[in-house]
């Protein structure tokens, strides 16, 4: 079982910049594929990026192009979001959601196992 918990969250003003974290347990880091997820009140959870074991291969939502950088670090059993030049569109609470390699890149929530409990992003000025 995969343990995830997110952190980094909070409030910040329009054009800011967040760096949220992510840390693993239970299981070889080197052995899931990571992603972000986002969900703003009413709405779907929608893809925000992913990134394989390796961090050989970023994926990242339109959305996210340009301005989030997806990253891990596998000593520290750590995946990162970095998110510049936010907008209040972008305000919605953040999942890491992880899934074992053998799976594959998944860009939808139904192909990632294990969840964080999120973590709450507002932009707003």
């Known amino acids: 079982q995969v343990q995830l918990v997110e952190s980094g969250g909070g409030l910040v003003q329009p054009g800011g910049s967040l760096r949220l974290s992510c840390a693993a347990s239970?299981?070889?880091?080197?052995?899931?594929?990571m992603a972000w997820f986002r969900q703003a009140p009413g709405k779907e959870r929608d893809f925000v990026a992913t990134?394989?074991?390796?961090?050989?291969?970023?994926v990242y939502a339109d959305a996210a192009k340009g301005r989030f950088t997806i990253s891990r670090h596998n000593a520290k059993n750590t995946v990162y979001l970095e998110m510049n030049s936010l907008k209040p569109e972008d305000t919605a609470v953040y999942y890491c959601a992880a899934a074992r390699k053998e799976y594959g890149l998944g860009y939808e929530a139904s192909a990632y196992a294990f969840w964080g409990q999120g973590t709450q992003v507002t932009v707003s000025s």
């Open positions: 239970g299981d070889t880091f080197s052995n899931l594929n």
């Open positions: 990134i394989t074991w390796g961090g050989n291969r970023k």
